[in-house]
């Protein structure tokens, strides 16, 4: 054993690694490798001298991955086939019945349609009613000779059965799925009452659907990952979207889980650093290379959603509730048809990545404009990256000042404040729409990106603390060690269960997770238990997650039910107390200790806040003038600095733009005090 534990967040622009052991904290950055994510994993083991080629390997490594996300993105996912009830092919097809776009004739379906193709689409013959009856059984040939089909003539990796009501009873799902494993020994198959065991299949279908797609993809990619892992004595956990690190071996069965892994681990990340300084209750902005992620943290608690998605897509699985956007630093600016200035959501991505790179990238990004505009150092960008500042101002010129008759530094502002707005906008949203006004909350900001335009930003909504921690570039990273290791699972409930079907149900979930943490080597007694119910009233077709108190001696659904009404007022402003209320599903979660027990304080100061300068630009009309620069290592608790200013580190730049001050706190955050833009 070395005492060496490793976060690793793969992003799309850059790869990061915190290593912590008896030595202290190292963070570090590299490139990322896509497609061969695989590749930036172990570029960043190697960099940090934890390869075991350049020094020992870790005990536990914790990875944040965006394989299922890019797969989802890029549709690179498994060839998948459906079994479906007979007289309900086409669930797919007709979805949720919504059009975003009502009058463009051209729309594109919100659909997941790339799952499969119509001809993949086959029917078996089996009906099972709401209630859980048998009304048809299941004609077992039909469903030998339909997967005889699929795999045959349409050469599938994976089938997905989706019963109607199969939540009700999933006894058919089940036996088909024992026949298929007979049959087809080398066939993924995915039951969607496992995956998803809640009423309203097209939802259903979707998550099974989606699960099955990914499958072979995270099978792909873990394999790789285990190449080296197996050479070591080090053990693999995986991101999960919902804020808690998985065993690999749980992440095969339920790939799903990962496709929010590194933003889950950069709010946990957040939420620990401003709950240590004093902040409970903030509203997080991961601003990377690709995207901006921004979420609720109330009470110190990250905001968990029981019916996520993904895009346009139903994903009905807990997760962190993160608001994603096309917003970061190799975001692309372009000029559209109307003369109208864009910023986003297309990315230049790591390769090219921004013109800036030189890597033969011509396109205007976010990173572009930072750097024409004097905010980052050519010199040492992202730790030991150098950039053309030439190769920047002539991408903005030829495809932004020029088609809009405007001079270079103009342009460059005008991709801030588009960037900003559109942030702005998605901040309001996140908060908004929870009842909480973002002028009362406090601003953390990370990400390679994110203390570069946290002071417009919070000026823009009206925010005036924002905090930066101290290795805000890598926080996802530093998150990843900071999760408890977790398992989850859920099963749904016949229509009048009573609380001994209930608890006969928590019983059997929770054995089932308890097995999985076991595997981790989790001491059982340093388990923490957590069981939910998801209920509705009557004829409502959506549910509300009420937490349940498994304790004997009373009526633990009744409770539920009561608490029910409590929580949909506060969800949806009404409740109605004499209506009745039934329970759909109930789900339990095993929380064990974190991998990483120690203190947040990771840096140690070097002196005191000398500072150099150079020149930059906040306002066309004002053009430049000289800001001074500091050394973020060089800073000591109550520094105060006055805006502008301009403090590097090795893994992001913060901005303190005019009429905002900075100031070192006890736990090496950086606080920033906003004015508001009125009283600029």
Not at 213 to 237: A, M
Not at 510 to 523: A, N, P
Not at 632 to 648: H, Q, V
Request: charged share 20%.
């Amino acid at each position: 054993m070395t005492g060496l534990l490793a976060g690793i967040d793969v992003g799309g622009t850059f790869t990061d690694i915190v290593l912590v052991g008896p030595d202290g904290i190292t963070v570090d950055k590299v490139p990322s490798s896509p497609p061969d994510f695989q590749d930036g994993f172990l570029e960043a083991l190697r960099k940090a001298g934890a390869d075991g080629d350049t020094g020992e390997v870790p005990d536990r490594i914790v990875h944040g991955t965006t394989i299922t996300t890019n797969a989802i993105i890029e549709r690179t996912g498994a060839r998948v086939g459906f079994l479906m009830t007979e007289g309900h092919r086409d669930i797919l097809a007709v979805g949720l019945g919504r059009r975003p776009k009502m009058y463009d004739i051209f729309f594109d379906p919100v659909e997941p349609l790339f799952l499969a193709p119509r001809r993949r689409w086959l029917e078996v013959s089996e009906r099972i009613d709401a209630q859980g009856r048998v009304v048809s059984p299941l004609d077992e040939e039909s469903v030998i000779a339909a997967a005889a089909t699929l795999v045959t003539e349409h050469d599938v990796e994976a089938i997905v059965v989706v019963y109607i009501n199969a939540h009700a009873n999933p006894a058919h799902e089940r036996r088909t799925g024992e026949l298929l494993s007979q049959r087809f020994p080398d066939l993924d198959v995915t039951l969607s009452s496992e995956v998803l065991p809640r009423p309203r299949e097209y939802r259903r279908l979707v998550t099974a659907g989606f699960d099955a797609y990914l499958k072979p993809v995270i099978r792909r990619y873990l394999d790789l990952l285990h190449r080296f892992i197996s050479k070591t004595e080090s053990r693999l956990l995986i991101m999960g979207s919902d804020g808690g690190a998985i065993g690999s071996a749980a992440v095969l069965t339920s790939p799903l889980m990962t496709v929010l892994s590194g933003p889950a681990a950069g709010v946990v990340g957040a939420a620990r650093v401003a709950s240590d300084a004093g902040f409970d209750n903030v509203v997080t902005l991961d601003i990377g290379g690709t995207s901006a992620d921004i979420s609720l943290v109330r009470n110190a608690i990250p905001s968990i959603t029981a019916s996520a998605s993904f895009g346009d897509y139903p994903l009905n699985l807990p997760m962190i509730d993160v608001q994603a956007i096309g917003a970061g630093g190799s975001s692309i600016a372009w000029v559209d048809g109307a003369g109208g200035l864009k910023v986003g959501p297309e990315s230049a991505g790591a390769n090219p990545g921004p013109a800036a790179y030189a890597r033969g990238g011509t396109n205007p990004t976010v990173t572009d404009a930072s750097l024409v505009l004097g905010y980052l150092n050519p010199a040492s960008f992202a730790g030991d990256l150098s950039l053309d500042p030439e190769a920047a101002l002539d991408s903005i010129r030829k495809r932004i000042a020029q088609p809009l008759d405007i001079d270079e530094i103009r342009a460059a502002l005008g991709i801030h404040t588009v960037v900003n707005s559109t942030m702005a906008n998605t901040l309001r949203l996140v908060t908004l729409r929870k009842g909480h006004d973002p002028r009362d909350l406090a601003l953390v900001a990370f990400g390679g990106a994110g203390p570069t335009h946290a002071g417009r930003l919070a000026a823009e909504v009206g925010v005036q603390t924002v905090l930066i921690p101290p290795h805000p570039g890598v926080l996802s990273a530093l998150g990843l060690l900071l999760a408890p290791l977790q398992n989850s699972a859920t099963a749904s409930l016949p229509p009048g269960a009573t609380t001994q079907d209930a608890a006969a149900v928590i019983a059997r979930l929770d054995s089932i997770l308890e097995e999985g943490l076991r595997k981790e080597l989790v001491d059982p007694s340093a388990v923490e238990r957590n069981h939910f119910a998801l209920l509705r009233y009557v004829g409502q077709a959506h549910e509300l997650e009420v937490p349940l108190e498994v304790t004997h001696g009373f009526d633990i659904l009744a409770k539920a039910r009561d608490d029910f009404h409590g929580v949909h007022h506060a969800t949806h402003g009404h409740s109605r107390p004499s209506s009745e209320v039934e329970v759909v599903m109930v789900r339990s979660v095993h929380r064990g200790p974190s991998s990483f027990q120690g203190t947040m304080q990771v840096d140690t100061q070097t002196g005191p806040a000398s500072a150099t300068s150079r020149q930059a630009c906040f306002d066309s009309a004002e053009g430049f003038c000289d800001v001074q620069i500091f050394q973020r290592s060089a800073l000591e608790a109550d520094n105060t600095i006055e805006g502008p200013a301009i403090i590097e580190q090795p893994d992001t730049t913060t901005i303190v733009y005019p009429g905002d001050s900075a100031y070192v706190d006890e736990h090496n955050n950086l606080v920033m005090k906003i004015q508001p833009l009125g009283s600029r």
